[in-house]
């Protein structure tokens, strides 16, 4: 397990991330997630730290708040010390009918924050995250929240999940004006059949020194090798019940067949090629993994073991490139004539 600095800051996480979304299943969305409880989860959680994996990511509203109390009561009944645990949370989600329940308001914000360190059994948060956009709140006023929130030792690092490129953007540039704590990382959808953050994220993220945490990395199964074209996979299989997130399913056969063909070349499975192809990406910072059973754990775990080979990425990017769209095929052109090249003296 390889430990990566999380953006410009001083902290280490594991190049894997232990996912919370299985645990719980509250709810209609979630019950199709995962729906594991108390000793489940204990035993997900210790073979997850055994492996070398320090960094866990829930949110509050993974099964309105039994996420975070299943994983708070999994660490203290494993006994695991607080400095040998990074936690992640996030906050934005309804957590009930009431309109102020929501959202990235400075009321939301120190409302939910106290709600998760309750749930977690924690005096801190490592990473506290916006789990998502609100058009409605000021950038100026979450930022002043959060910031509020670090100084006063409650939360440690503050990042965001599923913001656009310039809205991040606008929050490192707010942040840097008025002398607030700065996004640490963005939580984000990447897969090999779903590269669309490669256009404008990714390169800002590696020019401001961001760190990236990758969600749903196989896709919500589909890239496990045990789909097809015509199959719902395996019984049981989320995608089955809940088809997410969105993928050109033609681009994803592509990518399997592609990466089946290496995985059996190496004797692995396809999920492992389609994590380690992620993980040879420089600027992501950590893989979220999520799992309903030990036999799934195990098997993403030993995707860190995995090398891929210059020509098998080669073979991987050219199997899943995204079309070319504007202005990036623009800027390819004419940065052809600034690229460096050797010079010849006449």
Same mark, same amino acid.
């Not at 799934?296 to 995995?306: E, K, R, Y």
């Given at each position: 397990?390889?430990?990566?600095?999380?953006g410009?800051?001083?902290?280490?996480?594991?190049?894997?991330?232990?996912?919370?979304?299985?645990?719980?299943?509250?709810?209609?969305?979630w019950?199709?997630i995962?729906?594991?409880?108390?000793?489940?989860?204990?035993?997900?959680?210790?073979?997850?730290l055994?492996?070398?994996?320090?960094?866990?990511?829930? #949110?509050? *509203?993974?099964?309105?708040?039994?996420?975070?109390?299943?994983?708070g009561?999994?660490?203290?009944?494993?006994?695991?010390?607080?400095q040998? *645990?990074?936690?992640a949370?996030?906050?934005f989600?309804?957590?009930?009918?009431a309109?102020?329940?929501?959202?990235a308001s400075?009321?939301?914000?120190?409302?939910?924050?106290?709600?998760?360190?309750?749930?977690?059994?924690?005096?801190h948060?490592?990473?506290?995250?916006?789990?998502?956009?609100?058009?409605?709140?000021?950038?100026?006023?979450?930022?002043?929240?959060?910031?509020?929130?670090t100084?006063?030792?409650? *939360?440690?690092? @503050?990042? *965001?999940?599923?913001?656009?490129? $310039?809205?991040?953007?606008?929050?490192?540039?707010?942040?840097?004006r008025?002398?607030?704590?700065r996004?640490?990382?963005?939580?984000?959808?990447?897969?090999i059949?779903?590269?669309?953050?490669?256009?404008?994220?990714?390169?800002?993220?590696?020019?401001?020194?961001?760190?990236?945490?990758v969600?749903?990395?196989? #896709?919500?199964g589909?890239?496990?090798?045990?789909?097809?074209?015509?199959?719902?996979?395996?019984?049981?299989?989320?995608?089955a019940s809940?088809d997410?997130?969105?993928?050109?399913?033609?681009?994803? $056969?592509?990518? @399997?067949?592609?990466?089946?063909?290496?995985?059996?070349?190496?004797? @692995?499975?396809v999920?492992q090629?389609?994590?380690? $192809?992620?993980?040879?990406?420089?600027?992501?910072?950590? @893989?979220?993994?999520?799992?309903?059973?030990?036999?799934?754990? #195990?098997?993403?775990?030993?995707?860190?073991?995995?090398?891929?080979?210059?020509?098998?990425m080669?073979?991987?990017?050219?199997?899943?490139?995204l079309?070319?769209?504007?202005?990036?095929?623009?800027?390819?052109?004419?940065?052809e004539?600034?690229?460096?090249?050797?010079?010849?003296?006449?």
């Amino acid at each position: 397990m390889r430990y990566n600095q999380l953006g410009r800051t001083g902290l280490f996480v594991s190049e894997l991330c232990l996912g919370t979304m299985t645990f719980g299943g509250s709810g209609e969305i979630w019950s199709k997630i995962g729906d594991l409880q108390q000793e489940a989860v204990d035993g997900i959680v210790g073979s997850a730290l055994a492996s070398g994996i320090n960094f866990i990511d829930t #949110a509050d *509203v993974y099964s309105f708040g039994w996420s975070e109390k299943l994983l708070g009561q999994s660490l203290r009944n494993l006994g695991v010390k607080r400095q040998d *645990v990074v936690i992640a949370t996030k906050a934005f989600g309804a957590m009930s009918d009431a309109p102020n329940d929501r959202g990235a308001s400075r009321g939301h914000i120190m409302d939910a924050v106290q709600a998760s360190l309750e749930r977690l059994q924690t005096d801190h948060i490592d990473l506290y995250q916006i789990h998502g956009t609100d058009t409605i709140t000021p950038i100026e006023e979450t930022l002043r929240a959060l910031d509020d929130l670090t100084r006063q030792g409650l *939360v440690r690092y @503050v990042g *965001v999940s599923n913001w656009q490129a $310039w809205r991040i953007m606008k929050a490192l540039g707010t942040a840097d004006r008025l002398g607030l704590d700065r996004v640490a990382s963005l939580q984000a959808y990447y897969t090999i059949a779903g590269r669309d953050l490669e256009r404008e994220i990714a390169p800002l993220l590696t020019e401001e020194k961001v760190g990236l945490m990758v969600w749903s990395p196989l #896709a919500g199964g589909l890239l496990s090798g045990k789909f097809g074209p015509g199959s719902n996979g395996p019984e049981g299989a989320r995608r089955a019940s809940f088809d997410f997130p969105p993928v050109n399913k033609d681009r994803a $056969w592509a990518c @399997v067949a592609a990466m089946r063909e290496i995985a059996e070349a190496k004797g @692995v499975s396809v999920a492992q090629i389609a994590l380690a $192809w992620l993980l040879a990406k420089p600027f992501v910072s950590s @893989v979220i993994i999520g799992a309903k059973s030990a036999a799934q754990l #195990a098997d993403n775990i030993a995707a860190t073991s995995v090398t891929l080979s210059a020509d098998e990425m080669a073979e991987l990017d050219k199997v899943s490139a995204l079309p070319p769209e504007y202005p990036g095929w623009m800027l390819a052109r004419q940065g052809e004539m600034r690229r460096p090249k050797p010079f010849v003296k006449p």
